[in-house]
């Protein structure tokens, strides 16, 4: 059964960092695209930042490029969100997501494309709270 969990959630003042998890079990990240997501109250789901496993290509949204970092760490089947220069506008409930590579074209569609769907594998949500 493929499984994703997220961690590392929590509060954090803005200008501040944290740094997401996502462990996947049942399956390696070989050959999947993977992507972080969030949404905020009242907002749609948006995609953050998407990487394909196989050769790491990256796609990031344009709030939070050059403060947002996605990694994979092969040997441990997670994946990371690094989030620096944090922002009140950055709260939300961040969700890991995966899908084979075969399912998507790119890192950018699967950003696009998943943040309205639930196809792939998808982890429970944590929330992250930037505030004063």
């Known amino acids: 059964q493929l499984q994703l969990v997220e961690s590392g959630g929590g509060l954090a003042q803005p200008g501040g960092s944290l740094r997401l998890s996502c462990a996947a079990s049942?399956?390696?990240?070989?050959?999947?695209?993977i992507g972080w997501f969030r949404q905020a109250p009242g907002k749609e789901r948006e995609g953050v930042s998407c990487?394909?496993?196989?050769?790491?290509?990256?796609y990031y949204a344009d709030s939070v490029k050059g403060r947002f970092t996605i990694s994979r760490d092969n040997i441990k089947n997670i994946v990371y969100l690094q989030m620096d220069s944090l922002k009140s506008e950055d709260t939300a409930v961040y969700y890991c997501?995966?899908?084979?590579?075969?399912?998507?074209?790119?890192?950018?569609?699967?950003?696009?494309?998943?943040?309205?769907?639930?196809?792939?594998?998808w982890g429970q949500g944590i929330q992250v709270t930037v505030s004063s």
């Open positions: 990487m394909i496993t196989t050769d790491g290509t990256t």
């Open positions: 997501a995966a899908v084979g590579i075969l399912r998507m074209p790119s890192v950018q569609t699967m950003c696009g494309r998943m943040a309205s769907s639930d196809m792939g594998s």
């Open positions: 049942g399956f390696t990240l070989d050959y999947y695209y």
